[in-house]
Each structure stands twice: as structure tokens, then as C-alpha cells.
């Protein structure tokens, strides 16, 4: 070996010896002891003695909570931090936040489910609950367990627990509440369409192909993409409309009406509006963003949202033109023979439940309990969540923080229906979607594209 | 010893070949195995046997025939414009012009740009409110919505590809127009050939298999198109924009019927290897494999 050979071997050894050490020491700093804890307790009394006590040695245990990426993840881990800090050493408990792509959630939760791996205690399961149920545990027992669980879900609107139950045990616990509503300019609009023949004048009236003088483009926008929430925000338009939605054990009714005159005028709703171009032309490629950046951008004078546009719409920063001119209603309807007016809203709700292959169910379930909480919910709401807890909303702090609370409290008290908790529920929006489209875009007829969505539903429900 | 020798080989072969037999064989066994079965997430752990139900009832289905003719008149419309176009601007530059490299780099840049990034922006570049494209053509006086029916989706996806892929077939055929023999070229000249007839008599000729080579490999790319359409056009309106790919991540991931996404699958891997087959065989007819 040559004088320069053996200084590079030299070198290279000296690299990777001087590499693995400092990986080491990196590693070493970095690893967070879990084991016990002695926490010790200073009282000053009254005598000018300092009385030292010791609590006993503790063991911790981490729980996995996985959540919904986005605002709402924003907001629980706000409250997990507080949790971390006041509530850990003493219960035991610590809380680590887990969260995978907005897009890929769903697909990693189930194969984390499917594969009966404890990776997860908790995990965000979206609503498909009825789907999941099998992989979920059933928490009835604990909510019973009085020493597990001193609290009352009372505070919760009954449909939001409702949705988290199938075959009547409850599988998880709501923490989001998204309903539709009918988002217009109030300054152009004073009092809300309240009627569905209303709501066709109004947004004729916005258009300037038939109104020149309007000063908007557009009445009305759709969201047309072909997607299934996109088929959710239909859905309440169609049982404003007197038709039959799809809510818990309603579901074949739901197929067998989706025929029905109802029905029809619904879509044909939306039909006239792209045809007519009361709907922005490219509105067929349109969901939550591009229908939110159309109002935002003052084209257009309704539409119908999930309430979750409402806080960016009223963002004096992100809605410059219109955050002072939006204005909420329920979904209008069709006037009933005792002369009121049928309002309807989608619901559903966002929630979590505990991994029935977590090795930490009972200390999970002791982190839900106080999810459960008003000051957990309260603090959850103030972040960017939306509880749908009925002491929450009543606060004067939560209505503060969220000014659209005092609005949507009719709305989800007196209008909304659950979406269903079908195990399929995800096949019957995209189907539904999938055909409706075709008719809004006018490649198909309405009673044509009713009747294929109801065929092709009528084989999954079979 | 030489036995030995000659049996070494596969040894030394075997760290890297076992993993990959396991990363493609154990998912096609896998395949077979979902695709023989009625398998979704709440049957997951006890499917029903059902034998070639899925098969059929793929073949039966409308839409999903209805996806691969979208997509193979997809790939048929895409594939020849961009070699035209990408072998067009290789000889425009295979000459010394200024700032030639600066202009190859900046032309390259698409293909540095994830497919699904790009479909965003080009969302956002053609929406009619905040896109850019429709904000000059309004300014030139031309009012044209890019996503208002299945035509106008249609041309928009093509825009697309044609401009994320065309640098893809322009770098090849650069590549080969650089790497073609001065003495032909010299000869012509010599002959008083023009420019026309060299490109149709030399060029053309000698970049031939490169450019048979390059139209297989952008047609079965351009057939594995999922991200435009799922971004751009959800596969609507309706289902009119819906691709094979597509249609099967429905059927798996949002249907959650696993056995069904499973033999669709294997279909379209049937459908391709025959296509394959076929380009294999003109691509052996002029000699180049």
C-alpha cells in the first residue's frame, strides 16, 4: 500500500467512525425517557417550615392521537399541548399528535385498521364510522363506567352522536360539525331567498346575460365538479325540495325517491342554471375553492357552502372585496301546505374513535373523556375546530371567536338532518355525483340521469 | 472451478434480485388473489371466493370499456402532436445559437414539475376568474371557458400534457439529432440537396427507430394519465373525462371493493401487454432491439 493510499483508507475510516459517533450522540440527545416520573410537591404553610412530599413513581403512557390534517389539526393540537402540560404527569397519560396527508388519510387509516396494527390509539376515522365499525371499539361500557367517565354527552346535538352510532353502539365521539347553508351577498340581497322559486329569480336577476344592470356576473354558483361532497351539497337542495335524502336507516328510501318530482325539479335547478349560464360557465369543474374564490372574488351573488368558507369569507385579509357583505341562510325550499317553508341542511360530523387493536384503551379513552369536556371543546373551537356541542356555542367567548355561531344555531338546531352512516356511504355520494354531473353539464337528461343513479344505486344497497 | 465460478454469479445476484421479485411478484400474487375474491374493508378478513365474477363483471361494465377508449384516444391524440412538436424544436436548436443551452434548461423545466402540481396550476392559469390565460384572451377580445363542457376539458387536459411532456420527446430527439454522422449530410450537400430533401431523406430516416421508441414509451405514459383528470376535471363532467386509471382508483379506494379494482387492474395489464406486444414488434422490425 502506497504512502497516499493508506492516508485516504485512514481518512475514510477516521469519516465513518467520526459519522457513527455523532449519529450516536444526535440519537442519544434526542431520545425522550418514558418511564417514570417522581414528582415532587412544596407546600409552604403557615409555620416558616417547608413541608416536602413525594408523590409515588407514576408511569407514563404515550397515547397515538391521530387527527384530520388542516385547521382542525391546528386546533387539537393546541389542546393536546394543554393537556401535555397540566394533565400528563399527573393522570399518567401524554398525548403525541399523529398526522398524514389530507389526501392520503383516509387510504392510511384504513390500512392501519385493516391491518389490525396498534400504530395508532385514537384515530380521526372522518365519518365512516359504519364502515370501520369492526375495527373500532365500541365505547359504550366506558361511557357507562361512572369512575371512566363523570361527564355527559347530553351537551352534544343529538344527531352528532347519532352519526357515530351503528347498530345502535356508539364507535366514536364527534368533534367537527359541518352543515350546508345558503351564502349571499347581503348587501345586494336583503332578505334571503327563502323559497326555491325565489332562489331561480334572485339569481336571474344577478346575472347580467339577463340583467345588465347587475353587478355581478353571475347568480348563482354550482359546484359542478364531479365529486361526491359536491353530491352532499345537492343533497340538501333536493330535500329543500321535498325529496328524501340519504340519512341513517332512510337509505333504500332515499334510491326508490330519487325519481320522485322532487327530485327532479332539484336537479333541474341546477341544469338550468349551467345551461342558462347563471352558473359560471367553468363551474362544472368547480368545488369548495373555486366556488369560494368566485364569491370571493364579487362574480357572483349566492351559492350554497359548507359553513367551514364561512370564517375565510368574513377575513377582512383573504376576502377583501365581500368580508363585510356575507350574509347566511338555511337552504330555501318549497312552501308546505300549512304555509312554512321547508329548509333542509346536510350534516355531517367529523369525529374519532379509539383503535379496537390499541394496546392503551383505557388511557385513550381517558384522553377522549376530556375531549369530551366544554373548556376541551371550548379551547378546540377558539383554535379553528367546530365542536358541535350545544355549551360551547352558547358561550359569549365561542360567539366572539366564531361569529357565524349565533347564525348556524337555528340552522343545525331546526334544519339539519345526519348524513347516513352507511358502510357505503362513500360509493353512494360518488355515484350520485357521477350522474348528476352528466345532467348539470347537460350531457344527459335529468330523468335519464336520475334514473341511472338510482339503477346503479339499487346494486349496492341490494 | 469453473462450475463453481459460473455458479458464484447467481449469488452474488441474489441480494438485489430478491427484493425485487418480492416487490413485484408478491403484488401480482396478491392481485390474482384479491381478483378471485369479493374483498372490501368490512369483508377484508373473510372474503367470499366468487372465481371470475369480478372479471366479468368488469368486462360487462360500460364504463370502465368507456374509460379505455377515452384514454387510448387520449394517448392517440397526444402522443403525435408532441412528437412533432418536440422533434420540431430539436432542430430548431441543434444549431449555435445564442443562449442555446440557457433556453434547452429553461424548456426543460416542466418535466422537473410533479404531474399533480402541474394540474393545479394550469387550473388555476385557465380559471376564468383568476387565470391568467383567459384574463389576455379577454384583453385580445376572445371569451373562451376552458372546462364549460366535455370538448373544451378535453382540449384543456391535451394543453396540458402537450406542454409537461413535449421537452420529454424534444431531449431525446435532440439527443439523437446531436449524436447523427456528419458524412451523410456532407455528401447531400456536396450532391446539391436542399434542406427539405435532407431532412426527409437523411434526417428522418436515420432518427427513425429513436423517434418509434420514444411514441411507445409517451403512449403508455400518456395511458397511466390519472392526475389531471383527478385534479382538473374529476373525471367529468359526468364521467366523460374519466380514464382507466382513474376508474380503477375509484373502484378500489373510494368504492372500497378491492376484488373489482384488482381485475380491472389485471385487465388493463392485459390490454397493455398486448399493445406492448404489438410495439415490440414494429420496434424489432426496424432493428431496434
Do not use: C
Not at chain 2, 6 to 30: A, C, D, H, M
Request: charged share 20%; aromatic share 12%; net charge neutral.
Amino acid at each position: 500500500m502506497t504512502k497516499k493510499s493508506r492516508r485516504e483508507v485512514l481518512g475514510a475510516a477516521a469519516g465513518f467512525i467520526g459519522g457513527l459517533a455523532v449519529g450516536a450522540a444526535a440519537g442519544w440527545l434526542a431520545k425522550t425517557p418514558e418511564t417514570t416520573l417522581p414528582i415532587t410537591v412544596t407546600r409552604t404553610v403557615v409555620q416558616p417550615t417547608t413541608i416536602e412530599r413525594t408523590i409515588g413513581l407514576r408511569e407514563q403512557v404515550t397515547v397515538k392521537v391521530n387527527w384530520w390534517p388542516g385547521p382542525e389539526s391546528d386546533a387539537i393540537a393546541k389542546v393536546l399541548d394543554r393537556w401535555n402540560k397540566y394533565m400528563a404527569n399527573e393522570s399518567g397519560i401524554k398525548s403525541e399528535l399523529v398526522l398524514f396527508g389530507r389526501d392520503a388519510h383516509v387510504d392510511k387509516i384504513t390500512s392501519i385498521l385493516l391491518a389490525g396494527s396498534p400504530e395508532l390509539d385514537i384515530v380521526f376515522e372522518f365519518y365512516l364510522v359504519g364502515k370501520l365499525a369492526q375495527y373500532l371499539e365500541p365505547l359504550d361500557q366506558y361511557f357507562a363506567d361512572e369512575s371512566l367517565y363523570p361527564y355527559t354527552l347530553a351537551d352534544y346535538f343529538p344527531a352528532a352522536i347519532d352519526a357515530f352510532k351503528v347498530d345502535g353502539k356508539i364507535y366514536g365521539v364527534p368533534t367537527d360539525v359541518s352543515v350546508h347553508v345558503l351564502i349571499y351577498r347581503k348587501d345586494l340581497i336583503p332578505q334571503p331567498p327563502k323559497t326555491l322559486e325565489e332562489l331561480v329569480g334572485l339569481a336571474r336577476k344577478f346575472t347580467k346575460k339577463y340583467n345588465s344592470e347587475s353587478p355581478t356576473d353571475y347568480g348563482f354558483i354550482v359546484s359542478g365538479k364531479t365529486l361526491l361532497f359536491n353530491a352532499m351539497l345537492w343533497e340538501s337542495v333536493l330535500a329543500s325540495a321535498g325529496g328524501t335524502p340519504f340519512e341513517p336507516g332512510k337509505e333504500t328510501k332515499a334510491v326508490e325517491d330519487l325519481t320522485s318530482p322532487a327530485a327532479k325539479r332539484a336537479l333541474q335547478i341546477y341544469a338550468d342554471f349551467m345551461k342558462d349560464e347563471i352558473s359560471p360557465p367553468d363551474s362544472i369543474t368547480y368545488e369548495y375553492g373555486e366556488a369560494n374564490a368566485a364569491f370571493q372574488a364579487g362574480r357572483a351573488a349566492m351559492y350554497v357552502q359548507w359553513n367551514a368558507a364561512i370564517g375565510e369569507l368574513r377575513d377582512r385579509e383573504r376576502s377583501p372585496r365581500v368580508w363585510d357583505k356575507v350574509g347566511i341562510a338555511p337552504i330555501p325550499g318549497i312552501q308546505l301546505t300549512d304555509g312554512t317553508i321547508l329548509h333542509r341542511s346536510h350534516s355531517h360530523y367529523l369525529g374519532y374513535s379509539i383503535n379496537r387493536a390499541s394496546q392503551h384503551k383505557k388511557e385513550a379513552f381517558k384522553l377522549l373523556a376530556y375531549l369530551t369536556t366544554t373548556r376541551a371543546m371550548l379551547d378546540y373551537l377558539k383554535f379553528g375546530g367546530f365542536p358541535p356541542m350545544r355549551s360551547v356555542f352558547y358561550m359569549p367567548e365561542a360567539q366572539q371567536a366564531r361569529t357565524e355561531i349565533p347564525e348556524l344555531i337555528p340552522i343545525l338546531d331546526k334544519y339539519a338532518y345526519a348524513m347516513t352512516n352507511h358502510p357505503e356511504v362513500f360509493t353512494i355520494y360518488d355515484i350520485l355525483a357521477k350522474h348528476i354531473s352528466a345532467a348539470w353539464s347537460g350531457q344527459t337528461s335529468v330523468d335519464d340521469a336520475l334514473k341511472a343513479a338510482q339503477e346503479e344505486l339499487r346494486t349496492i344497497l341490494k | 472451478m469453473r462450475g463453481s465460478k459460473g455458479r458464484i454469479k447467481y449469488f452474488l445476484i441474489l441480494p438485489s434480485l430478491l427484493p425485487l421479485l418480492f416487490l413485484t411478484l408478491y403484488p401480482t400474487i396478491f392481485a390474482y388473489y384479491l381478483s378471485i375474491h369479493k374483498i372490501t374493508i368490512r369483508t377484508f378478513h373473510n372474503p367470499e371466493f366468487t372465481g371470475v365474477t369480478n372479471f366479468i363483471n368488469v368486462a360487462v361494465n360500460y364504463q370502465f370499456w368507456y374509460s379505455v377508449g377515452f384514454t387510448a384516444l387520449y394517448s392517440a391524440i397526444v402522443t403525435p402532436i408532441e412528437i412533432a412538436l418536440g422533434l420540431l424544436l430539436a432542430i430548431l436548436l441543434n444549431r449555435e445559437i445564442y443562449g442555446r443551452r440557457i433556453i434547452i434548461t429553461l424548456m426543460l423545466t416542466p418535466l422537473a414539475i410533479a404531474p399533480s402540481l402541474m394540474a393545479i396550476m394550469m387550473k388555476l392559469m385557465f380559471n376564468e376568474f383568476v387565470g391568467l390565460v383567459p384574463y389576455i384572451l379577454r384583453y385580445i377580445g376572445v371569451n373562451h371557458n376552458f372546462f364549460r363542457d366535455f370538448n373544451s376539458s378535453f382540449i384543456t387536459l391535451i394543453i396540458t400534457d402537450i406542454l409537461q411532456w413535449t421537452p420529454f420527446v424534444f431531449i431525446i430527439a435532440y439527443s439523437g439529432l446531436q449524436a447523427l454522422p456528419r458524412e451523410p449530410y456532407e455528401a447531400a450537400l456536396i450532391d446539391g440537396a436542399d434542406s427539405k430533401r435532407i431532412f426527409r431523406h437523411i434526417t428522418l430516416p436515420l432518427l427513425k427507430p429513436l423517434l418509434l421508441l420514444v411514441s411507445v414509451l409517451r403512449f403508455m405514459d400518456a395511458y397511466k394519465l390519472f392526475e389531471y383528470v383527478h385534479i382538473m376535471t374529476g373525471g367529468g363532467p359526468g364521467f366523460s373525462t374519466t380514464t382507466s386509471t382513474l376508474f380503477t382508483y375509484r373502484v378500489g379506494f373510494i368504492h372500497g371493493d378491492f376484488g373489482l379494482a384488482a381485475a380491472t387492474t389485471l385487465f388493463l395489464f392485459y390490454i397493455t401487454m398486448v399493445s406492448a406486444t404489438i410495439g415490440l414488434r414494429i420496434l424489432n422490425k426496424v432493428r431496434i432491439i
